[in-house]
């Protein structure tokens, strides 16, 4: 499925330079640099109007998507480094939805609700939230929270046009043998006009998604298990769905009130501040404990492998760069992060560039009595609860709004700062807190940071707040074991785009999957933006009328490289037929795209033999 940006854009009607840009990515989590290149892009095309402050990168935060493209060296590890290209992709599709958005900017009205959806997830580490006071826990009625916000655009006229839902999940469905991932990304050309997205992270994204998953594994005590790789999927979205269309099918709350954004960063290097108590604590360069290989749902993060003591190489970078490990932890650091045993050092890991981020984005957007807490990282249910509730008090004992004031978390956005749990839950060290890399005091450190910005959401201040120096680009030293395509070739007496395995001659009916193989090239020669890699293709008034394309979850695109050495490769178009789908004569279509060993790159095109829907 091609992975998308979506923007959209708010903006005062009496004072329309009042804006912000709240963008959507179907990626992993937001990026510096990425953000960098895009806020870049924007500012210099409409000077004035959208800058580094009023500008949102924020992620859908699901797992199976292009990796690479994050600036800081720790996360490089897994995709063999830096992968410019997807970077690339990244930022013009990005910067393409907001042109649009820009474009279509029309008068509308706001409006603002939430609806309970019970079982769409529940706590990564239900021991880790049990740490947390009783009487605080008490407080709640589930271990999770259960809301989903919605807010819902609609036009002058009353039509909605889209809408924004808020929901506390790990938008993590696909477990980690999914080998179907796009290789470009984001928008492409459709005629809608309706824009919607679930933004599955709300007052904490660390709640599992993988509902069936984890149950099994518990039932199991760590017996083998596995569902179908979309059905988990597919089963939280659609309860999503069902609590978006309840608010959308309700006359909600209108949202009232001026736009504004605030934006600074706050360097968490050894950051003192004073709790509510008068106590004054600080926070720690980054570090990563030592549980990051004990995860429930697959394996460890950055390919360490629990028990291996093999020297075989399990990582061409990590070969690399563990000549550069992270050194030994200074005292003050070791005394920082306790209880935390510290793993990597990142936060004194400079070479061969930064592995960790020291620096972070704050960042709030407030339309009317709604305001969005952008948020760089990944809280648990009670940090993002104690967050929420601390700005949310803060907002109305300020006055800046109402006791009609919502509050929502997205995230991880701008930065990637990894995780976000209670000093409680910190204590535990399970995978939530030894992956808390600014040490015990991280979530504190936010609260005292959001709170204090509050007051620069009231229309009144026209001053900005200060700020600790942004991050420095990384991508300039970034290292890159991704290596180009070298050639394509067709087999002998075959050309590309030749049909392998062909579809069958039989009737097709609904539920049955039309599969054909040809002869293919490597799918990096062109991402095909704003494109597709198939189609199919239906004969509709004596014409071929493309009605599905590589946007469609019943559509598969496998792409195997069969011989490095000839350079053959074969290319799997599959479709599996939806209900409600019309009789007739179809076909699959394939595009691709072949590299010669000396020449360009060209374009080609394979049809399957033509089949029937009945």
């Not at 020291?358 to 969005?372: C, F, H, P, S, W």
């Not at 300039?476 to 075959?494: C, E, M, R, Y």
Request: aromatic letters at 10%.
């Amino acid at each position: 499925m091609r992975q998308r940006s979506r923007a959209w854009i708010v903006a005062d009607a009496a004072n329309p330079s009042n804006r912000f840009v709240f963008i959507n990515a179907d990626i992993a989590m937001g990026d510096t640099g990425v953000r960098r290149s895009i806020v870049s892009e924007l500012s210099s095309q409409f000077p004035g109007v959208y800058n580094n402050d009023n500008i949102a990168l924020v992620s859908t935060h699901q797992h199976s998507g292009v990796g690479g493209y994050l600036e800081d060296l720790l996360p490089q590890i897994t995709s063999l480094g830096y992968v410019k290209e997807t970077a690339d992709a990244i930022v013009s599709g990005t910067v393409l939805a907001v042109q649009r958005a820009h474009a279509n900017l029309q008068p509308g009205q706001l409006s603002v609700g939430n609806t309970t959806v019970v079982d769409g997830n529940i706590n990564r580490s239900p021991f880790a939230y049990l740490a947390n006071p009783a009487e605080e826990r008490a407080m709640y009625q589930y271990d999770q929270d259960k809301d989903l916000t919605l807010l819902r655009f609609d036009d002058a006229s009353g039509n909605a046009r889209g809408f924004l839902s808020f929901y506390p999940v790990h938008g993590t469905s696909l477990y980690e043998n999914n080998t179907l991932r796009t290789l470009g990304t984001p928008a492409r050309t459709l005629t809608v006009h309706f824009v919607k997205v679930l933004v599955s992270l709300g007052t904490a994204n660390l709640v599992n998604s993988n509902i069936r998953h984890v149950e099994i594994l518990l039932r199991t005590a760590m017996a083998a298990f596995r569902i179908s790789d979309f059905e988990s999927n597919m089963i939280i979205a659609q309860l999503q769905v069902d609590g978006a269309k309840t608010l959308m099918s309700t006359t909600l709350p209108a949202v009232q009130g001026p736009v504004k954004y605030v934006h600074t960063y706050m360097n968490m290097s050894y950051r003192s501040f004073q709790l509510p108590n008068g106590t004054t604590v600080q926070t720690c360069p980054p570090a990563m404990g030592e549980v990051l290989c004990k995860l429930y749902d697959g394996p460890g993060a950055f390919d360490f492998i629990q028990g291996d003591n093999s020297s075989d190489p399990q990582n061409p970078f990590w070969e690399i760069v563990k000549g550069a490990i992270t050194p030994l932890p200074p005292p003050e650091q070791i005394a920082c992060q306790l209880p935390k045993p510290i793993l990597l050092d990142t936060g004194y890991a400079n070479s061969p560039y930064q592995w960790s981020p020291n620096t972070v984005d704050i960042q709030m957007l407030r339309a009317g009595n709604l305001v969005i807490l952008v948020i760089p990282g990944e809280l648990t249910t009670m940090a993002g609860r104690r967050l929420r509730d601390a700005v949310r008090a803060e907002l109305i004992s300020s006055g800046v709004v109402g006791d009609d004031a919502y509050v929502v978390i997205a995230g991880p956005a701008n930065t990637y700062a990894h995780y976000v749990a209670t000093k409680e839950e910190y204590a535990v060290q399970r995978y939530e807190g030894a992956s808390t890399i600014f040490g015990q005091w991280t979530l504190d450190s936010y609260i005292d940071k959001y709170t204090s910005l509050v007051s620069y959401l009231n229309p009144s201040v026209t001053t900005t707040p200060p700020s600790d120096p942004a991050p420095q680009d990384q991508t300039s030293k970034a290292i890159s074991l991704q290596t180009p395509v070298i050639v394509d070739n067709a087999p002998f007496g075959k050309s590309f785009g030749s049909v392998l395995i062909d579809v069958a001659t039989t009737s097709y009916q609904v539920g049955d999957t039309v599969v054909a193989q040809f002869v293919g090239a490597n799918p990096r020669n062109n991402l095909r933006l704003e494109q597709t890699f198939l189609n199919v293709d239906q004969v509709v008034n004596g014409q071929w009328t493309a009605v599905k394309s590589d946007s469609h979850p019943s559509t598969r695109y496998e792409w195997l490289r069969t011989s490095e050495i000839l350079g053959y490769s074969t290319v799997n178009i599959s479709w599996t037929i939806e209900s409600g789908t019309p009789s007739g004569t179809y076909r699959l279509t394939y595009f691709g795209d072949s590299k010669p060993l000396i020449g360009s790159i060209s374009a080609f095109t394979g049809h399957s033999s033509n089949f029937t829907v009945s």
